[in-house]
């Protein structure tokens, strides 16, 4: 399988415990993206990397929340202090960036984040 | 005002029939739009993407742009009960960074 995997896929934790997921991107693909969705709504962007940078954040990304793609090829996201609004579908994406066409991303399966 | 609006549906569908899914958009930079299909507890899959005006076919889908009206389509012809799913919208500007996604239009096919 050479498209995006994520792990876990499924995640329960109770409230206050810190949880890292972990996204591997298309192996060509030099950017990745992190999503979070919830039930009824579209996927919000939360940051994105091209190779080992981080390029953008969202403001919906608190301090609680850290992204990592040390060598430019997976990424961790880490959330510290879990609150159940953290509850959640936590989506990556990968793409080949703007010298690849108009950056058209590749999701993984999802880690499904349940806080209790 | 929401950055990419859709209507939420459910849009509902006879099978083999035209279903017509919309989406408007706030921001005159918006220079790539996508559209992805995502099945209930599924993450979402790329259907299509438009960079221009017109029309874009690819089987029995075709997206619509119009970037003076801001508003762009789907079109699903010879609809099947399989296609039935979520679908989301979603643009980018030029610098090809994050997608803005709509809140997504529940499709229903009914054989």
């Known amino acids: 399988d050479t498209g995006v995997s994520q792990d876990p896929r499924h995640k329960i934790t109770k409230r206050g415990q810190n949880v890292t997921f972990r996204c591997d991107p298309i192996?060509?693909?030099?950017?990745l993206y992190w999503y979070r969705q919830t039930l009824g709504q579209g996927p919000e962007f939360l940051t994105y990397f091209q190779n080992e940078a981080q390029l953008e954040k969202s403001r919906l990304l608190s301090d609680r929340f850290s992204a990592e793609r040390p060598k430019g090829s997976f990424s961790t996201l880490e959330i510290q202090r879990t609150e159940q609004g953290d509850s959640a579908m936590y989506l990556c994406a990968s793409s080949l960036g703007p010298a690849g066409g108009q950056n058209e991303q590749f999701f993984g399966p999802g880690t499904r984040l349940t806080v209790l | 005002q929401k950055e990419v609006e859709q209507n939420s549906g459910p849009l509902s569908v006879p099978e083999g029939a035209i279903a017509s899914l919309n989406c408007t958009y706030s921001?005159?930079?918006?220079?790539?739009f996508f559209w992805y299909r995502q099945y209930s507890g599924k993450s979402p899959e790329l259907i299509m993407f438009?960079?221009?005006?017109g029309d874009k076919e690819d089987g029995r889908f075709t997206a619509q742009l119009n970037k003076a009206s801001q508003y762009v389509s789907l079109l699903i012809r010879d609809s099947q009960p399989s296609d039935s799913a979520t679908y989301l919208c979603a643009v980018t500007n030029n610098q090809g960074g994050k997608l803005i996604f709509g809140q997504g239009t529940e499709l229903s096919v009914k054989p």
């Open positions: 438009i960079y221009s005006n």
């Open positions: 192996s060509e693909h030099n950017r």
């Open positions: 921001d005159r930079g918006s220079q790539s």
